[in-house]
């Protein structure tokens, strides 16, 4: 069992007294980490099953990652991409194209810069002013992507808006309208054409319809595939730009490169971060030659295509690639799934296990399938006692996102202390 040290007590009061406005579901300092273990300032070890928010699906001190970055690091740091020219930058934007079949790329710093980026596009292509997201959303905390996000209560307290209305998203173990699927006929997108293009929004005045192919922040949702398609119809045939948010589902992590192809269904703007920097701050925006055809200037940055960047986003994308993660997404995915399911048998806590890949939640339950809070949060904390961590989601979500070069040998060790953690909160 872990206990907190000196050395991690001393710099969680001078995190205190200086950081701003951050959450942390519990007190660990991180120190270094290999592969997907963690270390923390005392020496303790955990199995990683948060891959710092989703973000190192390739694992922890690649070294072909950090050899492309201290090669770049010898020559040059930073050169203002935005006023001259640099290979290196291009290159990724060229590999971004070639893995996605898009055909412009522009480069940002993080996932809320790259959905900024897709929303300024959507209203400078389309000239119209408004967009439709869906409740429990999550797009990002800077004011547009803020926006387009309904996870929370507090993500709507006290902020000017651009224009959104909200739908619902295919949550279909809870959902919204008490049908089952197939049979609603996915009543959920429907919505939008019955309800918010009659009564709250025109889709002459609806730029884009933005969704995450799979709801992270909000629960680790997947929706049936037609959920997809449908939204895809609506916005062909009411002339909407259909926006995915890859940031957090991107990269791999449910075995396909982009999220969205699990669905068979290509939106018209894509925006990827995390896991496409290798753990280097990397935002991506991707979209047709003819919807990114905006002109010099229209939208820019200092730090997008940055040296360092590029050179680690370059060798993250390769290493995907020649060390066939998304393969091993599914293979490890469908493992860790079946153990879950395993575990929802034996305990009625977990009333649904839900994921594609390694993109995988489960959902905890008291009484009428009542969202158990508090229990959740007794489980994260008690895992990370036993040398596992974990993060939560939605309202009572538990999501199981390790780096994608996890072995099985460490998902049965993190899957024995996540069980420890769940008899305990259930005595």
């Not at 229209?298 to 360092?308: E, I, R, Y």
């Not at 229990?375 to 309202?395: H, M, S």
Request: hydrophobic share 40%; proline share 4%; glycine share 8%.
């Amino acid at each position: 069992m872990r206990r907190l040290g000196k050395k991690s007590e001393d710099i969680i009061k001078r995190d205190s007294r200086v950081v701003s406005s951050l959450t942390r579901p519990y007190e660990l300092v991180i120190d270094r980490a290999e592969g997907s273990t963690i270390y923390d300032i005392e020496g303790n070890s955990y199995i990683d099953f948060a891959s710092s928010v989703a973000v190192m699906n390739i694992g922890y001190n690649c070294k072909k990652v950090k050899d492309a970055v201290c090669a770049q690091m010898e020559k040059m740091v930073h050169c203002g991409f935005s006023d001259f020219y640099a290979e290196m930058p291009v290159k990724l934007a060229e590999k971004l194209c070639g893995m996605t079949g898009y055909e412009k790329v522009f480069l940002s710093n993080s996932g809320a810069e790259a959905v900024e980026a897709a929303m300024k596009l959507a209203f400078w292509y389309t000239k119209r002013s408004s967009m439709i997201a869906f409740y429990r959303a999550f797009h990002g905390r800077t004011l547009g992507a803020l926006s387009l996000t309904s996870s929370k209560k507090r993500h709507k307290e006290h902020y000017p808006s651009l224009r959104v209305v909200h739908s619902h998203y295919a949550y279909c173990y809870r959902c919204p309208f008490n049908l089952e699927c197939p049979e609603c006929g996915i009543a959920c997108a429907k919505e939008i054409e019955n309800t918010i293009f009659k009564r709250e929004l025109s889709p002459e005045d609806t730029a884009a319809i933005v969704v995450e192919p799979i709801q992270g922040e909000g629960g680790f949702i997947v929706p049936p595939p037609e959920f997809h398609k449908e939204i895809r119809r609506i916005c062909d045939e009411n002339d909407v730009l259909l926006v995915s948010d890859e940031v957090q589902s991107g990269g791999f992590r449910t075995g396909k490169f982009m999220a969205m192809e699990n669905f068979d269904v290509r939106a018209d703007i894509v925006c990827m971060s995390k896991s496409i920097g290798g753990g280097i701050p990397l935002g991506a925006t991707l979209s047709t030659e003819e919807i990114m055809s905006w002109q010099p200037g229209a939208h820019a940055n200092t730090f997008g295509g940055n040296l360092l960047a590029a050179a680690g986003g370059l060798a993250t994308l390769e290493f995907m690639e020649s060390g066939r993660l998304g393969e091993k997404a599914i293979e490890k995915g469908n493992y860790l799934m079946q153990r879950l399911n395993e575990m929802k048998d034996r305990y009625p806590v977990i009333g649904d296990v839900r994921g594609i890949g390694l993109m995988i939640g489960i959902e905890l339950v008291g009484e009428n399938k009542a969202p158990a809070i508090q229990k959740r949060e007794k489980i994260i904390k008690q895992a990370v006692e036993e040398g596992l961590i974990l993060l939560p989601a939605g309202d009572s979500v538990i999501r199981f996102v390790p780096p994608l070069i996890i072995s099985k040998e460490e998902i049965d060790c993190g899957l024995e202390m996540f069980e420890k953690a769940l008899k305990a909160a259930e005595k």
